[in-house]
């Protein structure tokens, strides 16, 4: 009889993942990023869940093997935060806002381009002088001892070219991908992000604000969240394939910011620059306040 350990039992968990499973384990460390992610990250609370849900999921062992950790598509207006959560994310587990790749869909609208980021064959042109942005080495700059989580964002993601689509099908599907000069590059330790504004100026309508910022209040409406989702959604489902959408663990739609939320990332900022004065003319030189009147214009898009 085979000694192999069998789905189901922890052994098998522990072969094929490297990590003992336990679902407790690290509990902590996931709640303690969480509150850095609420303390900056204003109204978008799908968003926070759907990232630290996967975080929670790689940190006790049970990522998909030959998967990415997680495929996550941001959709929402412009300004209400996709970004800005991998920003926060970044710095919450390595220090460092920039602690991520990014691609620029937009930049890779030609077939050429693609040789930025997978570098281009040997005997091409150039094939020495282009440093792939999707190299092994990239995706593991940020690696600690404790934490081998690699963030990926493909920005625009509407603005991919095919030739971009198929390179992401096979990271969304397969963890993998294959370089000019034929190495293999292995990204099962990614999460993936996709943001994309699909459908924003639809969700801007039916909020009755701006973009990503509302001028105004929202109109009362209960089900007004859920409209605006399925908006996001529907167009979403025109514009990717079907074989797109079925690779994505979880698409998040981001709200519309209200007024009082606008004020309250106007309060997170403007601690921000005095903690950044503070730190460049010592704490008790130079204080930094803005009266009422300041702030309501600021966060209305007057100044
Ligand atoms: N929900 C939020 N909570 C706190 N700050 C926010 C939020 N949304 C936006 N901000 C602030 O606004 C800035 C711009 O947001 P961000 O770049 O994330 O927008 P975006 O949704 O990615 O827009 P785009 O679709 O144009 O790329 C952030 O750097 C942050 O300072
Ligand atoms: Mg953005």
Redesign the pocket.
Known sequence: MSSRPSPGDSAFLEETTDQPLDATRHGDVTREIGAFLHS?????DAAVDAVLELYQIFLVGMSPPDRPVGNLL?L?????????????LAEALFGNPHAFIKVDCAEFQEHHEIAKLIGSPPGYIGHMQTQPILTQQALTRWHTEKLKLTLLLF??VEKASESLWQLMLGILDKASLTLGDNTHVDLSQCIIFM???LG?PEMSRLAEGG???AAQAPIEDVNLDEKIARTAMEAARRKFSPEFMNRLDKVVV??T?RPD?LE??LE??LAKVQRRIAGAVGENHFTFRCTPEIKQCMSSGQL
């Open positions: 900056r990250i204003v109204g978008q941001f929402g207006p412009t300004g209400s935060g996709k970004t800005y959560v991998i920003e926060v920005d625009e943001t994309s504004n924003a973009l990503g910022f981001f709200k910011l939320q309250h990332i997170l900022e």
